[in-house]
């Protein structure tokens, strides 16, 4: 990892854990250009030829085996724009780790849109991880807008972590999932916004598939004058399982909203959801203060512990 600088490899690390990054299935972006590509036994990456991105099949034999695909800006003002695809044969087991960080310390915006498709074949397994960050010192924004679209084909299995924890001006994230038989979604979002940046994360959720289920968990934390939106569309059509939970804190002048929308189109579609928005409860900073911890330390520790 020489090639790097030390902004590099900071945000490398924060958005796709540096040190593990194995010598196989890797694709590194910086500042809009593929620097690094190299593919395994059982995963192949590709550049597409009609657009920005690559192609990624995981071949069936391919168990317990990671993907490692961060991008890195460190260009003020760039706009990227990238279309990722992911193949996913009958029975594989596979962690796919994404992420992007930008460090601008310019004047001009700097932006990436990541659009994510996931092909999931019968059978196979899936964890997916996606890091957002943003750092610098330079007046430009910082703008995150990915997109995740899933095929989940008959008892597949897709399991999505999301973490945007500090740093990012302005973010959109749209995820959508059209589920088979069996299959089964399982989605975790943590958040954290402060000054003015903003929010929105937006599920819309197809449960087509007898006997097919989707969680969502999402907690996050709105400080200063920031502001989170959450929107959540499940539409059950068959005989299935579909819960929403949404946790948020607030803090300061910040606003969080939570929208649900449930479409049960079937007499056994079983949809619930749920949301709790408050700030941070009295007793509990003044536990934690009569343990000899000042105000901010004590709600550093309950945040920190709400987002883990």
Request: hydrophobic residues 40%; contains cysteine; charged residues 25%.
């Amino acid at each position: 990892m020489e090639k790097f600088n030390a902004i590099e490899k900071q945000l490398l690390s924060a958005v796709a854990d540096l040190e593990s990054i194995p010598k196989g299935a890797v694709s590194v972006r910086e500042n809009g250009k593929s620097i690094m590509r190299s593919s395994s036994q059982g995963i192949t990456i590709s550049a597409k030829t009609d657009k920005p991105g690559i192609d990624v099949h995981i071949a069936s034999s391919v168990k317990n085996e990671s993907v490692h695909i961060p991008v890195i800006m460190t260009q003020s003002g760039l706009k990227d724009l990238v279309y990722n695809d992911f193949y996913i044969e009958p029975g594989a087991d596979v962690v796919i780790i994404a992420g992007c960080g930008i460090d601008n310390c310019g004047g001009a915006d700097s932006r990436h849109d990541g659009v994510h498709t996931f092909h999931l074949a019968e059978g196979c397994k899936v964890k997916y991880v996606e890091k957002h960050l943003g750092t610098g010192v330079g007046t430009g924004g910082r703008i995150l807008d990915p997109v995740t679209d899933i095929v989940m084909e008959k008892d597949s299995v897709f399991e999505m972590e999301t973490v945007q924890l500090g740093g990012v001006t302005s973010s959109v994230r749209s995820t959508r999932a059209r589920l088979k038989d069996g299959a089964k979604l399982l989605i975790s979002e943590r958040i954290l916004t402060a000054d003015k940046q903003t929010a929105t994360t937006e599920f819309d959720v197809l449960l087509e598939g007898d006997g097919c289920s989707v969680d969502v968990v999402s907690r996050s934390v709105a400080q200063g004058e920031s502001v989170q939106e959450f929107v959540s569309g499940i539409t059950g059509k068959c005989r299935c399982f579909g819960h929403v939970e949404c946790d948020g804190i607030m803090m300061d002048k910040a606003v969080i909203r939570s929208t649900p929308k449930i479409s049960a189109e079937h007499i056994d579609a079983s949809l619930m959801h749920e949301a709790t928005i408050g700030k941070i409860a009295g007793e509990q900073l003044i536990k934690l203060e009569t343990l000899g911890l000042s105000e901010a330390q004590a709600e550093a520790m309950i945040i920190k512990g709400f987002l883990a």
